[in-house]
């Protein structure tokens, strides 16, 4: 290709030049109308290589690594043919999912023959398995007046896999304990000593303390801790206000719940427990995921449409969605910064639109119940196990887990207010204190902080749901 | 892939753009006697980037205030850079002794003032091509706080001498100035008179008139009256855009009233005449010149121009954010304090501006200078009089911003590498201005070849800095820019060699200035295209 700009530049000013000499007699300018055309010449003379020759190789650093992390890739492009590349500028083939965070996947460069360039840059990592593109590279002729541009094949590394949960459910040696079996408070069948009490006409012989019978004369019979088989429902909350990353280029804190959802609904779904699958938040598109009251109610026997390895990729796909994108926009930086800002509003609003609380004379709480929790309770069972799976960015986990007086409830929280800014640090204490009113409801938190790996979470913070019992 | 890149040209390339920049027009300078007035007008060029770049990233109130405070360098810069140049060169060459020496004079002059006002449009355009700022939002934050800054001034001194006019009405010696070309004005515009056609005015009104209704047509609230979603608010959407294209019929109109004008100018009314025959000749002269067809018109632009004001401004001021239209206040505030200042200092001001400009006058135009300030000034007063030419020179920087956001808005101004394609532009002026007060030959080359290389070196830096950012090497950049001043110099090289030996004689005068001014037109059409 040609850039005829220049031609037109070099042919006006010389018109120019000769015109003005004319006008005003000056010999100067008529003959000064001969530097233009020296560019002009120049412009034409040169031109690209007919035969260019390149090679690239891209190296990964480290691979198959967990979302947010980074990764450091190494691309190397050497000028294999015989001609000088006065101007080259090479820019690698990226996923269009990933982001850039450091250094440039671009290089602009002059090679003699034999000569290579390198760079290096790193992008942030999200869920799932993506493929680099070959390099682009753009030939300039010295006087950038004949271009080509071509791909050039790239050698080494081009496929990066990212923790992906469908298919390396590595919770599996880190299932829970009897799954789906809760230790009640209560004597019953089970294999745990729970307590003694007198012996009443009818009990099995097996269950009599002879032991006790022998030293004191007085039957009792003892009373193992009931093990009640109960239902575990998994709750992604992907609501707006969970959208929200502490830094450019991180997943937001509804992926990275989806993420820890997705990793145990597979385990526990391997493990043999009947779980349930829901999430709260989900657009008015996923409608067809959803039943009438906006919740989706999915179980692994499922039929395809409605599985729950669909809901994860409806949920996975909203949840990069920050508030106020529209679908099918690309992850711009700009528009991702707009995000990180307007991320901040949601989560004001949110607490607002799901929380209205209105002091009462007596002094008491007269909070209303927010429209999401009214919809879980209505589907939650009586004896369920739930396991919610939130960035607790807002009130409304609190509340849910309040509400659950007679169930067990386990939540697991990834941080993304890890940021060093002042209002980030504000949502970092806001979400601790959140935790501890969750704890203090009676509810198990898994505070994860979500650049180390999710089993070392869970054995740290609920290592009773990872013993054999 | 998701990445942000540095975008702006390499830290090489803009250094050795701004150092052949600043070499250049130093040694350019050194041949205009007037420097002070000329080292003004490049700070107006420096502030203004500033300006530009300040409003770009700094949005609320304090940049909006910085950004006016900013104005007054600019204003400062244009006046005094253009204006004040001229002076002063008014007052080293003239009075000359001979008549004949007139024309000889005032082409020096020019030329200086060339040199002065090539090198400001370099510097201004150096600098705007290093930070690439000229954007349409951009500008129109510029020209808003701008026209906000010059609004209080300026409407305060145009209410003061307005009501001063109607109650005391125009001193004696202003008529000489003001009334007869008034009413020469108007005597063009509404009834022309004589033997001659005046189809090209009349073609100027009926352009005037016909585009105002255009774009009030173009702006009329159809959707609002007819409901934007019903079909019959499409088809009426339609219709009106079905009015245009009007750059097609602009250009078209354009050559046809630039030929009646050539036409009027080259040929007398008695040939005319005898080219369409006398019928014809008479209806189109009755037409073009009937005065209630020529007020009709008339009043249509100007009533439509008032309609079209209006209209957008009660059309953006709602959807004005709330934050915008305080930061509006700033200069607004800023506006109120210098017509109060001016107010304050108007009378020694007004004596001092007088005295200034009648210096640099020759004897009669300054006599004649100091009476007409005298009888203004005696029915005005200075204090009206100062706080609107305060007014007017805030608004310089409004002007320049309308000017710029034309520009970007036509599309002219609207690539990358816009403010290198300026400074080549300004370069090449001030060289041509430099041969007319016969500078080096040397120095007129180089000019012209640095210009040419910053065109070059700005664009390849502002293509290098879009596709591949802060990944380029420096020896991509140096490879390139030594190229570049390699093929200048040997260009240099060559016209001097070929100057010495072709046309040591001088010209041969007789067809020349048929063929120059054949040469320029083209020539500038084609240099001004291609710097886009």
């Given at each position: 290709m040609t850039d005829d700009h220049r031609w037109s530049v070099g042919i006006g000013t010389a018109l120019a030049l000769v015109g003005s000499g004319l006008l005003l007699t000056q010999t100067v300018l008529v003959v000064g109308a001969v530097i233009p055309l020296v560019y002009l010449l120049h412009g034409v003379l040169s031109t690209v290589p007919s035969d260019v020759d390149l090679s690239a190789e891209r190296e990964f650093e480290s691979a198959g690594v967990t979302p947010g992390s980074e990764l450091t890739v190494t691309l190397t492009v050497e000028n294999t043919g015989t001609d000088v590349l006065p101007d080259l500028r090479l820019v690698d083939g990226v996923p269009e999912e990933l982001t850039v965070v450091a250094g440039s996947p671009r290089i602009g460069v002059a090679l003699s023959a034999g000569d290579c360039a390198s760079t290096t840059y790193t992008v942030g990592l999200e869920r799932g398995r993506y493929e680099f593109d070959d390099p682009v590279v753009r030939l300039r002729s010295l006087a950038g007046t004949d271009e080509r541009t071509v791909t050039v094949p790239a050698d080494g590394e081009r496929t990066v896999a990212c923790a992906d949960a469908v298919s390396q459910p590595s919770l599996a040696d880190a299932a829970l304990g009897q799954a789906g079996t809760v230790a009640a408070q209560t004597g019953g069948a089970g294999l745990e000593f729970y307590a003694?009490?007198?012996?009443?006409?009818?009990?099995?012989?097996?269950?009599?303390?002879?032991?006790?019978?022998?030293?004191?004369?007085?039957?009792?019979?003892?009373?193992?801790?009931?093990?009640?088989?109960?239902?575990?429902?998994?709750?992604?909350?992907?609501?707006?206000?969970?959208?929200?990353?502490?830094?450019?280029?991180?997943?937001?804190?509804?992926?990275?719940?989806?993420?820890?959802?997705?990793?145990?609904?597979?385990?526990?779904?391997?493990?043999?427990?009947?779980?349930?699958?829901?999430?709260?938040?989900?657009?008015?598109?996923?409608?067809?995921?959803?039943?009438?009251?906006?919740?989706?109610?999915?179980?692994?026997?499922?039929?395809?449409?409605?599985?729950?390895?669909?809901?994860?990729?409806?949920?996975?796909?909203?949840?990069?969605?920050?508030?106020?994108?529209?679908?099918?926009?690309?992850?711009?930086?700009?528009?991702?910064?707009?995000?990180?800002?307007?991320?901040?509003?949601?989560?004001?609003?949110?607490?607002?639109?799901?929380?209205?609380?209105?002091?009462?004379?007596?002094?008491?709480?007269t909070r209303e119940r927010p429209e999401w929790t009214e919809k879980l309770l209505a589907r939650l069972p009586a004896e369920t196990q739930v396991i919610l799976c939130s960035p607790v960015a807002d009130d409304w986990p609190v509340a849910f887990a309040r509400e659950l007086t007679d169930r067990e409830c386990v939540v697991i929280s990834p941080d993304v207010t890890a940021g060093s800014s002042y209002g980030q640090r504000i949502r970092a204490i806001n979400r601790r204190r959140r935790l501890q009113r969750l704890n203090h409801h009676g509810a198990k938190t898994a505070d994860w902080p979500i650049d180390q790996s999710i089993e070392g979470t869970l054995e740290r913070a609920l290592p009773e749901l990872f013993t054999d019992r | 892939m998701s990445t942000s890149h540095r975008t702006g040209p390499p830290k090489t390339s803009t250094a050795v753009v701004g150092v052949l920049a600043l070499f250049t027009i130093g040694l350019l300078l050194r041949e205009v006697p007037v420097h002070a007035t000329a080292l003004v007008g490049f700070l107006g060029a420096v502030s203004l980037t500033v300006s530009l770049w300040l409003v770009d990233r700094e949005t609320e109130l304090a940049g909006r205030l910085t950004v006016s405070l900013l104005t007054i360098p600019v204003a400062a810069g244009f006046v005094v850079g253009i204006f004040g140049t001229t002076l002063l060169l008014i007052g080293s060459f003239f009075p000359v002794e001979n008549v004949s020496d007139v024309s000889i004079a005032t082409l020096i002059v020019l030329g200086n003032l060339g040199v002065v006002v090539g090198s400001g449009i370099a510097i201004f355009g150096v600098t705007l091509g290093v930070n690439n700022v000229i954007a349409s939002r951009a500008l129109t934050?510029?020209?808003?706080?701008?026209?906000?800054?010059?609004?209080?001034?300026?409407?305060?001194?145009?209410?003061?001498?307005?009501?001063?006019?109607?109650?005391?009405?125009?001193?004696?010696?202003?008529?000489?100035?003001?009334?007869?070309?008034?009413?020469?004005?108007?005597?063009?515009?509404?009834?022309?008179?004589?033997?001659?056609?005046?189809?090209?005015?009349?073609?100027?009104?009926?352009?005037?008139?016909?585009?105002?209704?255009?774009?009030?047509?173009?702006?009329?609230?159809?959707?609002?009256?007819?409901?934007?979603?019903?079909?019959?608010?499409?088809?009426?959407?339609?219709?009106?855009?079905?009015?245009?294209?009007?750059?097609?019929?602009?250009?078209?109109?354009?050559?046809?009233?630039?030929?009646?004008?050539?036409?009027?100018?080259?040929?007398?009314?008695?040939?005319?005449?005898?080219?369409?025959?006398?019928?014809?000749?008479?209806?189109v002269q009755l037409l073009t010149t009937a005065d209630w067809l020529r007020l009709l018109l008339l009043g249509t632009t100007v009533v439509g121009t008032i309609w079209l004001g209006l209209s957008v401004i009660l059309e953006e001021l709602p959807g004005t954010r709330q934050a915008d239209r305080s930061t509006m206040l700033a200069p607004l505030l800023l506006g109120g304090f210098w017509t109060l200042l001016a107010a304050v200092v108007s009378e020694s001001l007004f004596s001092w501006l007088v005295t200034e400009i009648a210096s640099q006058l020759p004897s009669g135009p300054a006599a004649e200078m100091l009476s007409v300030s005298g009888s203004i000034e005696a029915v005005y007063g200075s204090t009206p009089l100062i706080v609107l030419l305060a007014g007017i020179f805030l608004g310089v920087p409004a002007g320049i911003g309308v000017l710029l956001l034309g520009g970007v808005r036509g599309g002219y101004l609207a690539a990358g590498g816009t403010g290198f394609s300026v400074a080549c532009g300004g370069l090449c002026l001030a060289s041509v201005s430099a041969s007319i007060i016969s500078a080096p030959t040397w120095l007129v080359l180089g000019g012209v070849a640095v210009g040419l290389a910053i065109w070059d070196i700005g664009h390849f830096g502002t293509t290098v800095g879009h596709e591949v950012g802060e990944g380029a090497r420096g020896q991509l950049v140096v490879v390139r820019v030594s190229t570049t001043l390699l093929v200048g110099l040997a260009g240099v090289a060559l016209a001097a060699g070929l100057g010495r030996w072709l046309w040591a004689d001088g010209f041969d005068a007789s067809p020349r200035i048929t063929l120059a001014l054949v040469l320029l037109v083209t020539s500038l059409v084609a240099f001004a295209n291609a710097l886009r």
């Open positions: 003694t009490r007198k012996y009443h006409p009818g009990d099995p012989m097996n269950r009599i303390d002879w032991h006790h019978v022998a030293k004191t004369g007085e039957f009792v019979t003892i009373q193992y801790r009931r093990e009640r088989a109960v239902r575990t429902v998994v709750v992604v909350d992907c609501r707006p206000c969970t959208r929200v990353s502490y830094e450019i280029g991180t997943p937001t804190g509804a992926a990275m719940a989806a993420y820890a959802g997705e990793r145990l609904f597979q385990s526990l779904e391997s493990a043999g427990v009947f779980t349930n699958l829901t999430a709260v938040g989900l657009d008015g598109e996923m409608a067809h995921l959803t039943d009438a009251d906006g919740l989706p109610w999915l179980h692994p026997g499922a039929d395809r449409e409605r599985s729950p390895s669909t809901l994860f990729r409806a949920i996975h796909e909203i949840a990069d969605r920050h508030p106020g994108r529209n679908e099918g926009e690309g992850p711009t930086r700009q528009s991702q910064e707009k995000a990180h800002e307007s991320g901040q509003t949601a989560y004001r609003a949110a607490q607002t639109d799901h929380w209205t609380a209105t002091p009462r004379a007596d002094g008491g709480d | 934050a510029y020209t808003r706080t701008a026209v906000a800054t010059a609004l209080v001034p300026l409407g305060t001194g145009s209410v003061l001498v307005t009501s001063i006019a109607l109650r005391e009405g125009s001193p004696d010696g202003v008529n000489l100035l003001f009334e007869r070309q008034i009413e020469k004005a108007w005597t063009a515009l509404v009834s022309p008179g004589g033997t001659q056609l005046h189809f090209a005015s009349f073609l100027l009104t009926v352009g005037a008139a016909a585009g105002v209704c255009w774009l009030l047509v173009r702006r009329f609230p159809f959707g609002s009256l007819v409901g934007a979603e019903s079909n019959r608010w499409r088809y009426i959407r339609q219709q009106a855009t079905a009015l245009g294209p009007p750059r097609r019929v602009g250009v078209a109109f354009g050559l046809l009233t630039v030929g009646a004008v050539l036409a009027e100018l080259l040929l007398a009314p008695a040939e005319i005449q005898s080219l369409v025959t006398a019928p014809l000749y008479n209806l």
